[in-house]
């Protein structure tokens, strides 16, 4: 590894799909895991904090930037190797996610098919243990290969360990502070795809499941709701679902029922069983019926014209009013339902 290279100033919009934000003062490049190594105990030595960038899909940066290094992963490489009946994939952090999905779709290989089209990087996606047409990362995940900044040393985790859940993982809590160098899946050859998602059941319409079909069903259903990142999409600027699926007790599920039918909704309220018996809502539907409208605008921020979860920023507007108008939905939102929706992307410098 050469010299550690650190820029200063960087802008950091154009590194987010929102395309918001100001600079990092620091930033650094890390192509490979030395410098991933090198960048913390340069920033250590500064006394600066650190956040690292991947794909930056998932990102909100406040206007002011982030007053610290920020070290983007650009490592590279995805590996296979023959592990009992599975084929084990190792993919580092700084390959795209898409890329990788594609890949072994076309080898045959199942377990990511439904997770197509989705953007940002590989090491992003046990964080957020991201999910999409009824897969998880977390369904296939076996392993994930992290750096420790504080004891600076990297270590194999085995999934079991990071205590998955529905857009959560421990990364997200106590092991917040590792970074994720790879991840390894136990994907199965000449595998079907498992359909477990009513909406993309009727999509295939009875036609085979063969790992491609389902790839593109998914693309499909993907780009009608404004969710697959497209340069000629006006409302490409985005972070997929500003917000979660609240997650709530049965009690409070009726009472959001009671609450929609007292208000003269006729729509059922969507929501699903969870395995500990707790109910997922829908946020996009509680988000449409507190009366905020798909394409509704607050200048150069607003609501996508085709999935009311979806933020979307028009161009020349400001990480503050994309904020503003997400405190505007979550107080509609709980003045109608008594629901307090939760932001999903993660924010820097605010
Ligand atoms: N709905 C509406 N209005 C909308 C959008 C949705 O009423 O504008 C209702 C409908 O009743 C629909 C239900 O919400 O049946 C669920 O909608 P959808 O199938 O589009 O899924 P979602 O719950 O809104 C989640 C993920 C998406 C993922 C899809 C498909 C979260 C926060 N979002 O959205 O993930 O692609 O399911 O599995 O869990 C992301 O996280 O960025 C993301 C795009």
Redesign the pocket.
């Known amino acids: 590894m050469s010299a550690l290279a650190v820029r200063a100033g960087v802008p950091l919009g154009p590194r987010t799909t929102l395309g918001l934000g100001g600079p990092a003062r620091a930033f650094v490049e890390a192509r490979d895991e030395a410098t991933v190594a090198a960048a913390f105990a340069w920033a250590s030595a500064q006394g600066l904090e650190v956040a690292v960038l991947g794909g930056g899909s998932?990102l909100v940066v406040a206007d002011a930037g982030f007053d610290g290094l920020v070290v983007a992963i650009a490592t590279t490489g995805i590996n296979e190797r023959p592990a009992g009946d599975a084929v084990h994939v190792e993919a580092a952090a700084g390959e795209s996610w898409d890329g990788l999905v594609a890949r072994t779709v076309d080898a045959g290989l199942a377990g990511l098919e439904?997770l197509s089209g989705?953007p940002g990087s590989v090491g992003a996606t046990p964080v957020?243990n991201?999910?999409?047409?009824?897969q998880e990362v977390s369904d296939t995940l076996v392993s994930v290969r992290v750096f420790d900044p504080v004891s600076r040393e990297i270590r194999q985790l085995a999934a079991t360990t990071c205590e998955f859940a529905?857009?959560d993982s421990m990364f997200k809590h106590h092991g917040r502070h590792l970074v994720v160098l790879a991840a390894t899946f136990a994907l199965r050859p000449g595998g079907e795809a498992q359909i477990r998602?009513a909406?993309l059941e009727r999509a295939l319409d009875g036609a085979p499941r063969d790992l491609a079909r389902v790839r593109r069903a998914v693309l499909a259903?993907?780009r009608n709701?404004g969710?697959l990142l497209e340069a000629d999409d006006p409302e490409r600027r985005t972070?997929?679902?500003?917000?979660?699926?609240p997650i709530v007790g049965v009690a409070e599920a009726e009472a959001v029922a009671q609450r929609a039918r007292s208000l003269g909704i006729t729509?059922e309220l969507?929501r699903w069983a969870q395995t500990d018996g707790r109910i997922?809502l829908?946020?996009?539907?509680?988000?449409?019926?507190s009366g905020v409208t798909?394409g509704m605008s607050r200048g150069a921020v607003g609501v996508?014209r085709?999935?009311?979860?979806?933020l979307v920023h028009h161009g020349g507007g400001t990480t503050a009013s994309l904020l503003a108008l997400a405190d505007e939905i979550v107080e509609t939102v709980h003045a109608r339902f008594g629901v307090t929706l939760r932001r999903?992307p993660v924010l820097w410098g605010a």
């Open positions: 998932n439904c989705i957020q991201v999910g999409a047409y009824g529905y857009r998602y909406e259903l993907r709701k969710m972070a997929g679902s500003f917000f979660t699926n729509a969507p997922k829908a946020a996009g539907w509680l988000i449409e019926k798909r996508s085709r999935h009311a979860l979806a999903e």
